[in-house]
């Protein structure tokens, strides 16, 4: 699968923000899509995923509560709504695909094989 983010920019905090990533090319062995996001000097950081089949989605700690995570099965896509953003969500996001198994599948780094090309996310203070 081949996948293409999009949507960043540079907003205030407690601004909102939404990025998309649409996938292309087979999609039917996909355990689910999911972000990421990597800030300057920072590892790379869990955001969120959903499962391909079925309604299952899954938050990093820090993004709970204020991102949600929907699907378009139909249009292959992937969205990410971002509330109440603050400075420490300023990063490279990047939306990836994971072909694992089981109820931990997100968990599963390895899994995560496709990689979009990253979309940036400044918050100012």
């Known amino acids: 699968v081949q996948l293409q983010a999009s949507g960043g920019g540079l907003v205030q905090t407690g601004s909102s923000l939404t990025l998309s990533c649409a996938a292309s090319?087979?999609?039917?062995?996909?355990?689910?899509l999911g972000w990421f996001r990597q800030a300057p000097g920072k590892d790379r950081e869990f955001v969120a995923a959903?499962?391909?089949?079925?309604?299952?989605?899954y938050y990093g700690p820090s993004v709970k509560s204020r991102f949600t995570i929907s699907k378009d099965i139909m249009k292959k896509m992937i969205t990410l709504q971002m509330n109440d953003l603050i400075p420490s969500d300023t990063a490279v996001y990047y939306c990836a695909a994971n072909y694992g198994a089981g109820v931990n599948w997100y968990r599963s780094d390895i899994d995560w094989r496709a990689w979009g090309q990253g979309t940036q996310v400044t918050v100012s203070s």
């Open positions: 959903f499962a391909w089949s079925g309604l299952s989605t």
């Open positions: 090319g087979r999609t039917d062995s996909l355990a689910g």
